[in-house]
């Protein structure tokens, strides 16, 4: 089966850094995807890891330990447009979709 | 570039009646399509998805079915809709099965 668990809600502080974490059981693994999703609109591509280590992008990097079934997102120089929910999703070999975790609320705070 | 449409943005139906979404993506062609639906604070279930015109797969059984009639359209329907089929649809699009999903602007859909 595919199992995927991230923390429901974290608050941050404006201008600091935070990291979202995400472990996942899954039979398999080829890849894993982090989204971004604003209340009420359709996820954004955030993401993409399928060999370890950490891909940097901007003020967002995502990391990730195949071994220990681990990923997480950091966030840095933290705006308040960043409150969101952060979805992780992996794709598993034969199947041809994601699983998404139930995602990550973040609140960021003045 | 490419672009994915869904339509309407939000709908009210009344138990019983039929349903229709429908999606369509531009700028590529013969995209993998995926149907989604997220419940409030939930994460996405996946319903359908499709690799190419004709070619549907279903997830999980439920009361809604999926077409694609042509390469770039999915559509989402259902005869009768329950109570239980009110959240928020997502249609998205890839290029590969490796590749990122993107996300259409979802449909808000509630049953009364």
């Known amino acids: 089966g595919q199992n995927i668990d991230q923390p429901t809600e974290m608050t941050a502080t404006e201008g600091a850094i935070v990291q979202i974490n995400c472990t996942y059981q899954?039979?398999?693994?080829?890849?894993l995807f982090w989204y971004q999703q604003h209340a009420g609109e359709a996820p954004t591509f955030l993401s993409y890891?399928?060999?370890?280590g950490l891909e940097e992008k901007g003020r967002f990097s995502s990391f990730l330990s195949r071994s220990k079934g681990y990923s997480y997102l950091l966030l840095k120089e933290l705006q308040m447009k960043d409150s969101a929910s952060y979805l992780c999703?992996?794709?598993?070999?034969?199947?041809?979709?994601?699983?998404f975790g139930s995602g990550t609320r973040l609140q960021v705070q003045p | 570039s490419q672009t994915i449409h869904q339509w309407p943005a939000t709908l009210v139906q009344p138990v019983g009646s039929p349903l229709s979404l429908e999606c369509t993506v531009e700028?590529?062609?013969?995209?993998?399509l995926y149907w989604y639906r997220q419940a409030a604070g939930r994460g996405l279930q996946l319903l359908f998805y499709?690799?190419?015109?004709?070619?549907i797969s279903s997830e999980v059984p439920q009361n809604l079915s999926a077409s694609r009639p042509q390469d770039r359209q999915f559509i989402l329907s259902s005869k009768k809709l329950l109570l239980s089929d009110s959240g928020f649809y997502l249609c998205?699009?890839?290029?590969?099965?490796?590749?990122?999903?993107?996300f259409g602007d979802g449909t808000r859909l509630s049953i009364l």
């Open positions: 700028g590529t062609s013969n995209p993998n």
């Open positions: 998205a699009w890839s290029v590969g099965e490796d590749q990122p999903q993107h």
């Open positions: 499709s690799v190419g015109i004709g070619q």
């Open positions: 999703a992996v794709r598993a070999p034969g199947r041809r979709a994601l699983t």
């Open positions: 890891n399928v060999l370890d």
């Open positions: 899954t039979s398999g693994f080829n890849g």
